[in-house]
């Protein structure tokens, strides 16, 4: 294998040759580990078997760029971060530093080496989507923009820095010899994802008269984080739940769907859902673009997005083009 690696192997080779088929076999399976656990087993490996992992990582990315799908996307994502926090975690202090500043995060290590100092602005960015209190930015001590964290909570920092560059490097361009050599594979991982759609409660079927095709880029890409288990922003749950709500959906059905984020409570999600829909008497509206923009929840323009200013009138104008279609259909076929 380390024959193979010196080699200089392109990512074409691993894809088309037939001495790789068993590579090939290997990055599908992790894929579909992803799909099943949202994670990669840690294994400690020997060199032959971690170099091996190393080939077949490619490959399972070309095959989550094949099927281009915003779950199985996330859910690898999530998988490989959780992957690599467990070797982060065992990172002396200068290789922290190192991994720290490729990912634009600069820190200091105290002289125990035992605790990190950053920038607030750093540790905000990968730190508002994790809930538990202790990451709160009230419940840490800032001094001049500074602020001490233990190496450990530097790593789980790390653990979504790295989970949000792979999902942003998702899908890549594959040519099209290669997405044909891995046909197999990619109908295999395929058919996992449309066995667990179907399991899961966000259906295309039972939203009565909500149409999920037509929720903007912002709610369905929550919506997609939220079922490959990735934690959402506070300021994000709030933008969906409202949105879902201000379309009619049931407050059970909304509570089905956060049942699959990472800190679930059904006592408090149903809770925060009443409370949202005018349980203590204000009934709340999702947030307008500017306002989801400043909070970092507008994943980007869809062509629609650019002639509205407020998620729900996409939704209505999505919902209204798509009614005058059919019944264009309707009077044609008649
Ligand atoms: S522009 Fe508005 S509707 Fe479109 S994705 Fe951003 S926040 Fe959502």
Redesign the pocket.
Known sequence: MMDIIKSNIGSNDLCTHLAFARLRSTGKDRVLETLQDGAIKYRRRNKPAAEKELLAYPIARIIVSCIDNNYSTKRYALAVARLSYEHIIELKIDALKELAADFGINITADARNMNVVMHFTDYIKHAHVLHEPKWKLLNRTVEQGMLTISKGDLSRLMEEAVRKKVESGLPHEVPHDIHEALKPYISEVQEAINTRASKQGFSRDGFGEVVPDCF????STAIADVQANVNLSHTMRFSMTTFMLNIGMKPEKITEIFRASPDFSEQDTKYQISHINGASGTTYTCPA?AT??TNG??????PM?KK?E??LV?YRRKVWILNKKQAAQVAHEH
Not at 216 to 219: G, H, M, N, S, V
Not at 297 to 302: E, L, Q, T
């Open positions: 903007p880029p912002c709610i673009c989801m923009a929840n507008c994943p980007g323009k869809a997005c509205i407020h998620p996409y």
